[in-house]
């Protein structure tokens, strides 16, 4: 089973940056993608960003893309998330989820674990 751990959320000004880490354990061949979503209250959890464990092909969300740089460290089974630009609607709890690859990288149900969620908060 795959636990994955994520670090890195907190407060920030309007233009500043964060870093969100996820450190995953338990995967095993069948582990594809991992994908980083976000759940503004009132509203649904959305798509991020994701990338491939193997080969590194990443994925953008328009409202995030030229903003958002997605990677990782296979060593270290880490994914991280830089968030630069950061603008008061980016405030939402920042998920990471595993996904085996059956589906879509851009769909929640493609995804098998997450995290337990951090928050992140961009102050106007």
């Known amino acids: 089973q795959v636990q994955l751990v994520e670090s890195g959320g907190g407060l920030v000004q309007a233009g500043g940056s964060l870093r969100l880490s996820c450190a995953a354990s338990?995967?095993?061949?069948?582990?594809?993608?991992l994908g980083w979503f976000r759940q503004a209250p009132g509203k649904e959890r959305e798509f991020v960003a994701a990338?491939?464990?193997?080969?590194?092909?990443?994925y953008y969300a328009d409202s995030v893309k030229g903003r958002f740089t997605i990677s990782r460290d296979n060593a270290k089974n880490t994914v991280y998330l830089q968030m630069d630009s950061l603008n008061p609607e980016d405030t939402a709890v920042y998920y990471c989820a595993d996904s085996p690859g059956t589906g879509y990288y851009g769909s929640r149900t493609s995804y098998n674990y997450w995290s337990q969620g951090t928050q992140v908060t961009v102050s106007s």
């Open positions: 338990g995967r095993t061949f069948s582990s594809y993608t």
């Open positions: 990338i491939r464990w193997s080969g590194g092909r990443t």
